[in-house]
């Protein structure tokens, strides 16, 4: 059936369209490389179309705007990023090196997203990390984490598909995160933990906590399966363009049985390229002036949000406004939030 066209005040009242990544948010650090990709030699990462170079001078980890063999004729071009120094606040956490977005003076490690499950220093081994890209923005990345409706169906020859007994969702923001916890249970059993972690069972009870950093584009994703295992995944999306991110993850699957310890990390790539086969057309849309129209339902409840949380950021930032709230706890052990070790 036709669905009856919106009156022309109705329409007048829509808020502009949000174009997903088209207002890089600042002060904030982002994930830019695994730690162990950067050595003496100097390699180099885009952020926000702009190059960043990373090398250890004498094992001191440095990032900068241009090659080190032209930045003392470049530093004159040096950008507000750098305080026009040529050189970028980094540092390396959870064995990633993260590079200070935004004004340098506001740059406080206190601002490094917390992650319980990973050890700070990192050293993890080297089958649990990985990195891909995908065609869209970070924005759009991070919103396909939080969309229910594809999971199960793009991703359903490894986790399984729709069918459950039970499935709950529950949504919560503060002015910098978001986390949606979703509760299965009776869930078809994830095919990977049958094949790969002799899982015999049929059904599996499953909880999946999903926090999002929102200014850093980096995602915790601790999911609980029993019977089965804790999958706890860091999933970055660090923004390259506004059309690509660079997805930076690491899956501390140490604690799970052989070989799903060895092969579930590395389904990140089969993962990634299902979903950006759905992101890559989708991303270029947002950029073209076309009627849209409001389509979203109630299990969108976590996008939605997100996209609110994004929109609130951008207009304070727009007026000037970079600082943290109080609520944001950047750097807070977030064990308890995400229910690691709590029975489902
Ligand atoms: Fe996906």
């Not at 991110?245 to 604690?255: K, L, P, Q, S, Y």
């Not at 409840?301 to 706890?329: K, W």
Request: hydrophobic share 35%; with cysteine.
């Amino acid at each position: 059936m036709n669905q009856p066209a919106l009156s022309t005040s109705r329409q007048r009242q829509l808020p502009p369209d949000w174009v997903p990544g088209e207002f890089p948010l600042r002060n904030a650090w982002l994930p830019v490389s695994n730690s162990r990709h950067v050595g003496s030699r100097p390699t180099w990462r885009t952020l926000h179309s702009r190059p960043v170079f990373l090398w250890r001078q004498q094992g001191k980890l440095t990032a900068t705007e241009f090659h080190p063999a032209k930045l003392s004729d470049k530093r004159q071009a040096a950008s507000e990023f750098t305080a026009g120094s040529g050189y970028y606040p980094v540092l390396e956490r959870y064995g990633l090196v993260w590079v200070w977005y935004g004004n340098p003076d506001d740059a406080h490690e206190s601002l490094v997203p917390n992650v319980p499950y990973i050890p700070a220093e990192g050293g993890l081994p080297a089958y649990m990390s990985g990195h891909l890209h995908l065609n869209s923005c970070a924005e759009l990345a991070m919103e396909n984490l939080l969309d229910l409706t594809h999971s199960d169906f793009v991703h359903a020859n490894l986790i399984g598909d729709e069918i459950s007994e039970q499935d709950e969702i529950t949504v919560d923001t503060t002015s910098e995160t978001i986390t949606m916890v979703r509760t299965c249970r009776g869930k078809t059993a994830a095919p990977i933990m049958q094949k790969a972690g002799g899982i015999k069972a049929k059904t599996q009870d499953l909880r999946s906590t999903i926090h999002i950093y929102v200014r850093s584009h980096v995602a915790l994703v601790y999911s609980r399966f029993i019977p089965g295992f804790d999958v706890p995944l860091l999933h970055c999306s660090t923004p390259e363009s506004r059309n690509s991110c660079r997805v930076n993850f690491i899956m501390n699957t140490g604690a799970a049985k052989a070989p799903f310890r060895y092969v579930m990390p590395q389904a990140g790539y089969m993962v990634g390229a299902q979903d950006n086969s759905m992101l890559r057309p989708q991303a270029p849309r947002y950029h073209e002036q076309i009627e849209r129209r409001d389509l979203n339902s109630r299990f969108d409840a976590a996008t939605t949000q997100y996209r609110h949380l994004v929109q609130q950021l951008t207009a304070r930032q727009q007026q000037g406004d970079f600082a943290y709230g109080s609520d944001a706890n950047i750097s807070g052990d977030k064990t308890a939030l995400l229910r690691i070790g709590m029975p489902i």
